[in-house]
């Protein structure tokens, strides 16, 4: 019997297509915990409730964009070390 690890990824997009589509496949993978936010703002906030293993970041949206949110995860100690996608 083999064990199984499931990991959770954090989308933000503000491209609802593309937010389902990127979330829907990566379900499909199986074993993976996707959460999404639809802006740099909700993402953070996101962040910090799930604290996924991953997040995958679109660069241009409203508010705050790609690279504020890149800068405030690199900028806490406590979330430097999470690995980031970023989507331009």
């Known amino acids: 019997m083999s064990s199984q690890t499931d990991y959770t990824v954090l989308i933000v997009d503000d491209n609802n297509d593309l937010l389902a589509l990127m979330a829907d496949s990566l379900r499909l993978l199986g ?25 995958i970041i679109d660069v241009v949206m409203p508010g705050l964009d790609g690279y504020q949110l890149v800068h405030a995860l690199r900028g806490d100690p406590d979330t430097r070390n999470t690995p980031l996608v970023i989507l331009s």
Do not use: S
């Open 31 to 55: 074993h993976l915990n996707v959460v999404t936010a639809d802006n740099g703002v909700a993402g953070l906030e996101r962040y910090y409730e799930v604290r996924p293993d991953c997040v």
